[in-house]
């Protein structure tokens, strides 16, 4: 079970991170691309649930790097990653925080740092294969 501090605590580690807000949610961008963000559901996407029940908050949305990633990351651990209607076609996963494990989400936040960071910016994670 993960918290919205955690993945703060998690973020912080990746290069040149920001917080800030938009809609009103707190969002985490690098060089002012969002890659991770705290995504409650709106009154549409809960219409859209019917009678089934949603997933469980807080939820958290993280970008991925294409719709191929995003498929093998629903389907490696679809108890913790889901995507509603609203993401269709959108390269990012939803997270039900009380469900990833630490790993998975570190995992899952690295990777959409990944996908939005420059290329240069990537070298500066440790770890990560130089140019």
Do not use: C
């Amino acid at each position: 079970m993960a918290t919205v501090d955690d993945v703060a605590r998690l973020i912080s580690a990746l290069p040149e991170v920001t917080e800030g807000e938009r809609y009103g949610h707190r969002t985490w961008f690098v060089r002012g691309k969002a890659f991770a963000w705290v995504r409650p559901f709106s009154k549409a996407d809960l219409r859209r649930f019917g009678e089934e029940t949603p997933p469980g908050g807080p939820i958290l949305a993280i970008k991925v790097e294409d719709l191929g990633e995003k498929e093998a990351i629903l389907a490696a651990n679809p108890d913790a990653f889901f995507t509603i209607p609203h993401f269709d076609g959108y390269p990012a996963v939803l997270v039900q925080l009380r469900e990833v494990d630490r790993k998975a989400l570190r995992d899952a936040l690295t990777d959409g740092w990944l996908a939005v960071a420059p290329a240069k910016l990537r070298t500066a994670l440790p770890g990560y294969p130089a140019s």
